[in-house]
């Protein structure tokens, strides 16, 4: 069983919040419930340890049980807000749940700078990671084997590679992974490799490569014509109030402060 994230504060933290150029002073005490998505750990984690720092007064929980359980729970009334990296289905919006986005989580996919292939269609990256393609050669790079490197089972990213790219239990990995660097550093010691990573993770010591003509960026992925990317959404119960405390997290998530925590967690702020 997943255990629920507490992240609390004693109670002499002090109720202020740097902010670039000073400080802001809090009043908000009680308590916020999240539940959903696994992925969403990072950077919610990130707003909620912030958001105490700056109310001393409240405690903040994170139950990473996944998607469709937090949407359940926010819809139940077990949790002030659910937390979904995909959109909601149209039958989930009419119990009366609304989402909004974060952020978008834009996955790169990744070779070797040696690699001169610059572009694969999305069906090409479904066929390579479940094995149908298996030679550079077929898709326009040099003879070679192509060797596939994934994160392992569990992993955010992963589960958002294979769901976008309809591949769920068919990748066929060479090496699963523990951490997106593993994954970067190992991809660019091998000519032969492809990989995935969060965009914002991507250094120069690999290629992030086109899918479909179009190159991953802030851009592409804010505009939607990168594809290989999913939402990280805040669902709420419509007729259903926000207590004061959830609700000030709810409006510190999408504030301006709250940007650079969202980037830093290798995501691209919705607003």
Do not use: H
């Not at 919040?17 to 002073?25: D, N």
């Not at 960026?217 to 990168?226: A, L, M, N, W």
Request: charged share 25%; hydrophobic share 35%.
């Amino acid at each position: 069983m997943k255990k629920i994230m507490r992240f609390a504060f004693a109670a002499t933290l002090a109720a202020t919040m740097l902010t670039g150029c000073g400080s802001k002073t809090t009043t908000v005490s009680g308590s916020v419930s999240t539940d959903g998505s696994t992925s969403m750990e990072k950077v919610i984690g990130g707003l909620g340890e912030s958001f105490m720092e700056a109310n001393s007064g409240v405690t903040f929980t994170y139950n990473p049980t996944g998607s469709g359980s937090g949407i359940t729970a926010v819809s139940e009334g077990r949790c002030d807000i659910g937390l979904s990296s995909r959109n909601l289905k149209e039958e989930e919006k009419a119990k009366g749940l609304t989402e909004t986005v974060l952020a978008y989580d834009g996955i790169a996919i990744i070779i070797n700078p040696e690699n001169e292939v610059e572009d694969l269609s999305m069906e090409q990256v479904a066929k390579i990671f479940t094995g149908e393609i298996t030679n550079w050669k077929d898709v326009g790079g040099k003879d070679g084997e192509i060797v596939l490197i994934g994160r392992e089972a569990g992993s955010g990213t992963r589960d958002g590679f294979e769901s976008i790219t309809k591949t769920e239990e068919k990748c066929q990995y060479r090496q699963e992974l523990t951490s997106t660097g593993d994954v970067i550093t190992t991809v660019s010691q091998n000519p032969n490799a492809i990989g995935y990573a969060s965009l914002a993770s991507v250094k120069d010591t690999v290629k992030a490569i086109k899918v479909d003509g179009i190159a991953p960026s802030e851009t592409t992925i804010k505009d939607g014509t990168y594809k290989v990317q999913r939402p990280f959404v805040l669902v709420t119960k419509e007729g259903t109030e926000l207590s004061e405390a959830a609700k000030a997290f709810y409006d510190f998530a999408f504030s301006d402060e709250a940007k650079e925590i969202i980037v830093s967690a290798g995501v691209v702020p919705a607003n």
